[in-house]
């Protein structure tokens, strides 16, 4: 059996008899002063190196897609897996940690985006971020846009591969739905297009998760029309103001709104600066792709127990309101858009499930109470509306189902600082059981969940051996429902045989749908 050093040593003796030019350009060993921050930087969230994990062999950041095919082929011939990052957002840190031995694929250096104005359309390539893509994209023009997430440091690579909710998903759909062609490199390591792919793959790489079915280079993406000015609000009621009868009422207001009007909720526990005591807060977020004389009477006549009133509102182009979601303090200048690195990055686990009738009240009061028990601003519930254009999309157009049906769609994000493992398992045991807690009230047959908020509860392939269909579906079934499932793993079968790329939750490789 090789060790780590002879096995890194042969890959690597390996990728230089491939690559004429010298591979140092591309490769970060752990001797090089770069590897750790490299490892450190681009994974989002500490928990995943808490426990010991294996370190990549080498980091690759390719500059050309002669980089990535050479490193497939490496790869195969030595035994290493490859974990492929774009933005290292995944919520397990499954693009930057393996328990087999790996090499980290890292596409920050792929990041070029080209608009075409004309035919309203860019292509993207898959280390960019959503920032990058959303500057650029503003750069060329004021009116077009692009509908995927509010976290600018996202990876496309990651975030189109899993679906991309963002906050024009009831006017556009989601990132996956405006996807028009693809570059990816098969395990083969051939590139392919969406003509060379065919329909099967390329409806595969549209929501399936990443790692899963090849290496995405680049996306080609439909930029879609915003007005010159668009209207954001953030209106907080505490539990003093209502806070509870107004989640509550904004549950029914799914179909009434127009679908040029995303209304989120954030719930957390806030102190009270002044006398220490503590209270629920549902903070009311909002994108309106028009201006405020129009919003006004939209929100009033629907939803008049909010109050809003026009000092609420700020008009914006839509581009600075890709700021405000992000938290970007009023004023700030378009490049932080560009900023890569990671903010205050924290211990988290995030789950997430979507409703398809309104909660009771009496469950919105016993769900208060268990925030109560975490710290301020720690734990936060998002509820995401859905609706509009969502219901208009087949739930099999693309791998991610979750459309007419479904009313808003849960996140629940827990952030900690504390790193010792009893601290780990006290924040994970509260977030479980508040999920088991809400089983009544969320879809059921499958309980669903979205697969960019990946979760390992949910169940996992067994990574060192063959996985059955049956351990599959429990967590396949809640990320796809039964028949795109099933449809990604007959793809799966067909393009990649050895089952080269995978991972904790890529599709399985399973012999008789081959
Ligand atoms: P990362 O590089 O970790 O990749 C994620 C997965 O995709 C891994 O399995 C990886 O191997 C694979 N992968 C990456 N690049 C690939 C490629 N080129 N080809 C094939 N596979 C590839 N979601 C959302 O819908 N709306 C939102 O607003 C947000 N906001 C948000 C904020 C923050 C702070 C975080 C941490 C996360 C989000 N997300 C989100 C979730 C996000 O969409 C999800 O984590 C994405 O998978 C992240 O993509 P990255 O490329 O950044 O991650």
């Known amino acids: 059996v090789n060790s780590a050093k002879d096995t890194r040593e042969d890959f690597l003796q390996c990728l230089h008899s491939q690559n004429s030019n010298s591979i140092s350009s591309f490769i970060n060993t752990p001797n090089n002063p770069s590897y750790s921050s490299l490892l450190q930087n681009y994974t989002q969230n500490l928990r995943v190196r808490a426990t010991k994990t294996l370190e990549p062999l080498v980091i690759i950041k390719p500059k050309k897609a002669f980089h990535i095919q050479t490193t497939i082929i490496c790869s195969k011939k030595h035994g290493v897996q490859i974990r492929i990052r774009s933005g290292g957002h995944d919520y397990e840190g499954l693009s930057s940690v393996s328990p087999l031995p790996f090499v980290v694929l890292d596409l920050i250096d792929l990041r070029n985006i080209t608009v075409d104005l004309a035919k309203k359309s860019a292509w993207v390539q898959a280390g960019a971020s959503l920032g990058e893509v959303y500057y650029t994209i503003a750069e060329k023009s004021s009116t077009l846009a692009f509908p995927a997430g509010v976290g600018l440091t996202v990876g496309v690579g990651g975030h189109f591969s899993g679906g991309g909710e963002g906050m024009m998903m009831r006017k556009y759909g989601i990132a996956a739905d405006n996807i028009i062609d693809a570059k ?97 807060q549902a903070a009311f977020t909002s994108l309106f792709l028009g201006r405020v004389d129009r919003l006004l009477p939209i929100v009033q006549q629907h939803f008049p127990e909010l109050g809003l009133t026009k000092k609420d509102c700020i008009e914006m182009s839509w581009i600075n309101s890709t700021l405000y979601f992000a938290g970007v303090p009023n004023g700030a200048s378009l490049d932080v858009l560009l900023k890569r690195d990671p903010q205050g990055r924290m211990f988290f686990k995030g789950k997430s499930d979507y409703v398809q009738e309104p909660i009771p009240k009496n469950a919105l009061e016993k769900i208060w109470k268990r925030l109560y028990k975490m710290d301020a601003k720690m734990a936060e ?106 449809r990604l793993i007959q793809v799966k079968a067909t393009v990649d045989p050895d089952n080269f790329f995978r991972n904790e939750q890529s599709i399985p490789y399973l012999d008789h749908y081959a």
């Open 184 to 280: 990816i490199i098969n395990a083969e390591g051939k590139i392919l297009d969406r003509e060379s792919m065919g329909e099967d793959l390329f409806w595969a790489i549209r929501g399936g998760g990443g790692n899963t079915f090849g290496i995405v280079v680049a996306w080609k993406i439909n930029l879609v029309d915003v007005p010159p000015v668009v209207t954001v609000f953030n209106v907080t009621r505490t539990l003093e103001q209502n806070a509870t009868n107004l989640v509550h009422r904004w549950q029914y207001l799914v179909d009434k709104f127009p679908e040029d009007l995303a209304l989120r909720i954030f719930v957390r526990r806030v102190n009270f600066s002044q006398d220490g005591n503590t209270t629920i």
């Open 381 to 486: 519930l998002q509820f995401t509306i859905l609706g509009g254009k969502m219901n208009e999309i087949s739930e099999f157009s693309i791998p991610f189902p979750h459309r007419a049906g479904n009313l808003f769609q849960i996140h629940y994000a827990l952030l900690w600082h504390e790193e010792s493992i009893k601290e780990i398992n006290w924040h994970m045991k509260w977030i479980r059981e508040l999920y088991d807690f809400m089983a009544p009230y969320v879809a059921k047959h499958p309980r669903t969940a979205y697969v960019n908020y990946r979760d390992l509860d949910l169940g996992t392939n067994n990574i060192h051996g063959n996985s059955t269909y049956q351990e599959a579906c429990i967590w396949g079934f809640k990320y796809f429902k039964v028949n795109n499932f099933n």
